[in-house]
């Protein structure tokens, strides 16, 4: 059974920095895909950042040049650094691990709240 425990969600103020993190109990690059999505109350969630087994890397817009997605191998522990954080940056964020085998493997992390408001 594959856990995920994300933290360092909270509240900051608009321009402020935070560092999620996701631990997980199994080898993160050992799957094809880990990436950080959010949800917005009321709306979809949404790919933020993602990490290729190629170290290709994805930024949705809206974060490129703001939010940084990395890996340490020795912690199994998947980060997220958010730096001049905005008030739509405000979501649950959650870590995933994605393995694209037969049958695919999918796993979430329980989420962490991320508010932005003065």
């Known amino acids: 059974q594959v856990q995920l425990v994300e933290s360092g969600g909270g509240l900051v103020q608009p321009g402020g920095s935070l560092r999620l993190s996701c631990a997980a109990s199994?080898?993160?690059?050992?799957?094809?895909?880990v990436a950080w999505y959010r949800q917005a109350p009321g709306k979809q969630r949404e790919l933020v950042a993602r990490?290729?087994?190629?170290?290709?890397?994805y930024y949705k817009d809206s974060v490129k040049g703001r939010f940084t997605i990395s890996g340490d191998n020795a912690k199994n522990t998947l980060y997220l650094q958010m730096n001049s954080l905005k008030p739509e940056d405000t979501a649950v964020y959650y870590c995933?691990?994605?393995?694209?085998?037969?049958?695919?493997?999918?796993?979430w992390g329980q989420g962490t709240q991320v508010t932005v408001s003065p």
């Open positions: 995933n691990l994605f393995k694209d085998t037969t049958p695919r493997l999918s796993y």
């Open positions: 199994v080898d993160i690059f050992s799957f094809n895909n």
């Open positions: 990490i290729k087994t190629n170290a290709d890397t």
